[in-house]
């Protein structure tokens, strides 16, 4: 059975201005946004109610062929060699000009994984201009309010160490310079703030524009600083060392890698024995001297999701009124897709995957309910309720609260970034991993794990969206095209277009043609 779809491209991009508009506005917003359900009213109780599950007969089904599957095999054999291997490089040995041309600070917004993006087109600006980096300054995410830097996430003498023969770093700016803070920006206008970059701007605006600031003051801070260099016609050298700068440079810190290691181990090797976190009993039936496999599955399925989004998620008229509500306030009608039905954006794509739909497609390709499971999520909109039919599918589904103790999450608690950092690494050793819908995690991970060889199932959305509209699917109807459709997305090396980004498709300005 085919099914012919068609695919639209689909990006949000929010204004500089709009997020400094968003930063006011949050510290009298986000106390009637999250504050907790005990001050709500009886009516705010009915968005949260359990929504039903949209695809009955289809979950049905799946629960019923859910028994070990000789095909199943095959989903777990790694990727073939496909004839790449990284290259970070420079062709010439790299070598440091004598002298600085002065500081660069940059100011990074966004979550983790955007900020990960801006250090790496820091270090390339650095070099563009010959200046020192000073380790990037993180804001504070407006939505999370977490206050965690740069050294709390990341290794920062490895960081300098790796990048110490192509770029002068510091780790702070000495006293001449203490008075170039983020405060000092806030104030009022300063001669050596930056902040007209365009985004993707060429190598020769920094040249023309920064250049003549850094020779003047010694100093220039660019603000903001997020997609603000470009992809495209820059030399191989300054690709390569934003190569090196994200696949090399950034690891974590050594206690959420060591946190990390513990959880795969957990996954890999569950214990015999029962094992008791904080009350919750975790039941494993065998003692397997085998390394057991496990998928990570990203669900990016948060309130601002799916607001944005537009679409209608089965939780009823008071969901959708709570997500309109939200989404006016926030966007103040900004949100093209609302234009849209929900049939029309299901149809393109545009409608990020629910934990339920994420479940029938892992179990439509032949994953059964032996699979291990890592849940990677910060917070689910609809809480566990949303998450059962997946769990029923599923039951051997871990997260980070079932996996570590109280203690071992005591330093990471409620700090957004060390989270993702955490699912992050997990991600990276998993077997297979898979977004449920597009954005900056999965970007990350997917060129990662490509420039790895590793695994990555990427769902196609606007078939899944045809898929689950029609509501006559047979299992078998389902799962055929649904296996049909995945042949080519499940980590297949792709290259590089002009204007995307090499940190999700690092081929061939990462990698080399073996």
Request: hydrophobic share 40%; charged share 20%; aromatic share 10%.
């Amino acid at each position: 059975m085919k099914f012919q779809y068609k695919s639209h491209g689909y990006q949000t991009q929010r204004s500089g201005a709009l997020a400094g508009l968003l930063v006011l506005l949050f510290p009298v917003i986000l106390p009637s946004l999250f504050s907790p359900l005990s001050h709500a009213s009886p009516s705010m109780f009915s968005e949260w109610n359990a929504p039903k599950p949209r695809h009955l007969p289809l979950l049905k089904s799946a629960l019923q062929h859910q028994k070990a599957n000789a095909k199943q095999s095959d989903l777990w054999l790694p990727l073939a060699d496909q004839g790449w291997r990284p290259c970070v490089q420079s062709e010439k040995a790299p070598s440091l000009s004598q002298k600085s041309q002065g500081y660069i600070q940059v100011f990074l917004d966004g979550g983790l994984n955007q900020q990960r993006m801006g250090i790496c087109d820091a270090v390339a600006v650095a070099k563009i201009l010959n200046a020192t980096l000073v380790i990037p300054y993180l804001e504070v995410n407006p939505v999370w309010q977490d206050s965690s830097s740069f050294m709390d996430i990341y290794d920062v003498d490895h960081f300098i160490n790796v990048l110490k023969d192509d770029i002068s770093i510091v780790k702070e700016l000495p006293d001449d310079f203490s008075w170039s803070t983020r405060e000092y920006y806030a104030t009022t206008i300063r001669d050596t703030r930056i902040k007209t970059a365009p985004v993707h701007a060429s190598a020769n605006w920094y040249l023309e524009n920064v250049l003549p600031v850094l020779q003047s003051y010694g100093i220039a801070a660019i603000s903001p600083f997020s997609h603000r260099l470009t992809f495209d016609n820059l030399p191989m050298n300054i690709q390569r060392l934003r190569c090196k700068a994200n696949f090399q440079a950034l690891i974590f810190v050594p206690h959420i890698r060591a946190l990390g290691d513990s959880l795969v181990s957990r996954l890999r090797y569950p214990s015999s024995e029962k094992r008791a976190l904080d009350g919750i009993h975790l039941h494993e039936t065998t003692n397997r001297q085998q390394p057991l496999k496990f998928v990570v599955i990203h669900l990016r399925f948060d309130k601002d999701m799916a607001a944005h989004s537009a679409c209608d998620f089965g939780g009823g008229k008071a969901e959708k009124l709570a997500l309109a509500k939200y989404r006016q306030m926030i966007w103040q009608g900004r949100v093209l897709n609302s234009q849209f039905t929900d049939e029309e954006l299901r149809s393109q794509g545009r409608c990020p995957l629910t934990p339920e739909e994420i479940g029938l497609l892992l179990a439509a390709l032949g994953f059964d309910n032996s699979t291990r499971l890592y849940l990677a999520s910060h917070k689910v909109y609809g809480g566990e309720a949303r998450i059962s039919a997946l769990r029923r599918l599923f039951p051997l589904m871990e997260e980070k609260k079932s996996l570590a103790s109280s203690e071992e999450r005591a330093g990471i608690k409620g700090k957004a970034s060390l989270l993702a950092a955490l699912d992050y690494y997990i991600s990276m050793h998993s077997n297979i991993f898979i977004s449920a819908s597009p954005g900056n995690m999965h970007n990350a991970l997917v060129g990662h794990r490509t420039y790895e060889n590793l695994k990555t199932i990427r769902p196609n959305m606007a078939l899944l969206g045809q898929l689950f509209l029609n509501k006559n699917l047979s299992w078998s109807e389902f799962q055929q095209a649904v296996v049909e459709g995945h042949e080519n997305r499940q980590g297949q090396l792709r290259i590089r277009k002009p204007k995307q980004s090499l940190y999700t498709y690092p081929a061939p300005d990462c990698m080399c043609h073996v």
